[in-house]
Each structure stands twice: as structure tokens, then as C-alpha cells.
């Protein structure tokens, strides 16, 4: 007997912020730490946003969220600047593994 039609699935889109609104504060309280922030030097307005959005609560006063963006952005920053310091690291000595293999290999 055969086997009956596997049944159908609606699938629903769903919505994601657009590009644009990533880029532009969503309320009062990411304009003011966004403006306060690009004032301070960090006028990246995508990676502020972001921190903003992954650390600061409404429970925070805008002094604090300004504060806790910063370090966020800083630290973010310090761990991919290590992270390549790392990265550079590796590829060296993978690229010395490989060039004593074939020394070795064309001494032999």
C-alpha cells in the first residue's frame, strides 16, 4: 500500500528589523546614549546600537547605560583585537610546522 502525502505545512515569514532600522534608534533612551556616545568618539552608530541593545535596561539611568555601552564597545573591541592577535599567531607557526616538513622531507 502506498505510503499517503506527508501533510502540508504552512510557513509564515516572519519580520526581522530591516537594515535601516538597525542603524537608528528605536525610543528616547537609544537617541540620548547613541548621541552621548558619538560625542564621546564612538561614532560607529551599528556597533553602539548593538551594545545598547544587548546590555542596557530601561531600569538604567542614561548615565549608566552611556557607561555600560562604553565598556561594552571597548571590551568587545579588546577581544577581537586578541582574537586576530591569536588568529596571526596560529597561521605563523602552522605556516613554520609546514615549511620544516618539507625541509625535512627534501633533506631525506
Request: net charge negative; hydrophobic share 30%.
Amino acid at each position: 500500500t502506498p505510503l499517503p502525502p506527508p501533510p502540508k505545512i504552512k510557513l509564515e515569514q516572519q519580520t526581522s528589523p530591516t537594515p535601516e532600522n538597525d542603524n537608528n534608534p528605536q525610543n528616547a533612551m537609544e537617541f540620548s546614549v547613541l548621541s552621548q556616545l558619538k560625542q564621546m568618539g564612538f561614532t560607529n552608530a551599528s556597533e553602539s546600537l548593538g551594545a545598547i541593545r544587548t546590555i542596557c535596561t530601561s531600569q538604567m539611568s542614561i548615565g549608566e547605560s552611556v557607561d555600560a555601552a562604553m565598556m561594552f564597545i571597548i571590551t568587545q573591541r579588546e577581544e577581537a583585537e586578541e582574537a586576530r592577535k591569536l588568529d596571526e599567531a596560529r597561521i605563523f607557526s602552522e605556516r613554520a610546522i609546514e615549511e620544516e616538513r618539507r625541509r625535512r622531507s627534501s633533506d631525506s
